[in-house]
């Protein structure tokens, strides 16, 4: 197994919440050198959450990413159903669904199980993170870190930074993401960070442009893949992602930046048929 001389993740790092976000956040720091605690919320998302990392772990042995064998790597993996699992970490990242409650609650919970040196971030892609730094006992040493669907493949990390947020947790968040080998930009907090504001805004006209019957879903697309080198079309992106959460993050951005952001009728219409892209089978394309 190969160890990394210049060890630029942290030693040890927790994430909350297995689904395939954390699992791939969980995967990333693996393979990057650290051991990783993995917290769910049942035995069930536990052994699920641990079927998830030991497969992403297996394709990338089975691509040669990585020496060793399935064993040694799966054995720096801990999935407990404990928050106090969290303990000996020096990083844990929040990947909850994003509900403010729900990324409050979980938070909190976090901070107190770990030690009072250690960092905490949230995965989220919208929330603010100085609201949720709001909620918490050492808020400058929390951020957030937005990562990108499927984590493995994705070369992006966003690095949220809080109006608390300490300049060393700046620092040391950059060196962890390159260390993961992705690169990061950091932004400041606010509504929808760079890439869920400017994602959701050319969404939102592809829509429209539907809407008014400007052009049919797969030419819009591909005007965007081959003339713009999008490497998948806004309206496809928003069947994976799911018009639901899309129509949700619209929803949030125009409360805080305005009417730019209302969400098309089209848009509300689907998400009342349920026809919310990949998940149902059927959104503005049929799966």
């Known amino acids: 197994m190969t160890e990394h001389h210049e060890r630029t993740v942290p030693a040890t790092v927790g994430v ?3 689904g395939r976000m954390g699992a791939g ?20 998302a536990a052994v699920t959450a641990k079927e998830r990392i030991e497969s992403d772990l297996a ?18 993996l801990t999935v ?5 699992a969290f303990q000996p970490c020096e990083l844990v ?40 730094a709001g909620e918490l006992q050492r808020p400058e040493r929390f951020c957030g870190l937005h990562f990108f669907n499927p984590v493995p493949a ?35 907090d606010a509504p929808g960070f760079a890439s869920s504001r400017l994602g959701v805004a050319i969404a939102l006209e592809a829509i429209r442009m539907v809407e008014d019957g400007v052009a049919s879903p797969e030419d819009i697309d591909n005007a965007m893949v081959l003339g713009y ?20 993050i619209a929803e949030y951005l125009a409360s805080e930046l305005g009417e730019r952001f209302e969400p098309p009728q089209l848009m509300r219409d689907m998400v009342a048929r349920g026809e919310l892209g990949r998940k149902s089978g059927k959104g503005f394309y049929s799966y």
Not at 25 to 44: K, P
Not at 59 to 69: A, I, M, V
Not at 80 to 84: E, F, I, K, L, M
Request: proline share 3%.
């Open 80 to 84: 407990s159903v404990d928050y106090s």
């Open 25 to 44: 956040i969980a995967h990333g720091f693996l393979i990057s050198g650290a051991r990783v605690v993995v917290v769910e919320v049942s035995a069930e």
């Open 59 to 76: 394709k990338s042995l089975e691509r040669g990413k990585l020496d060793g064998n399935l064993d040694e790597w799966a054995e720096r």
């Open 93 to 132: 990242v929040e990947a909850v669904p994003e509900l403010w409650d729900l990324k409050v609650s979980s938070l909190k919970a976090i901070e107190e199980n770990i030690g009072e040196s250690a960092w905490l971030a949230s995965n989220t892609s919208s929330l603010s993170i100085n609201g949720l």
């Open 229 to 248: 080198k999008f490497p998948v079309g806004p309206l496809a992106l928003t069947d994976i992602v799911g018009l639901d959460v899309r129509l949700g």
């Open 154 to 188: 994705s070369k992006l990390v966003e690095v949220v930074l809080g109006e608390k947020t300490s300049e060393e947790l700046a620092a040391l968040a950059l060196t962890w993401v390159q260390g993961l080998n992705k690169t990061p930009v950091t932004v400041n």
């Open 16 to 18: 909350l919440g297995g």
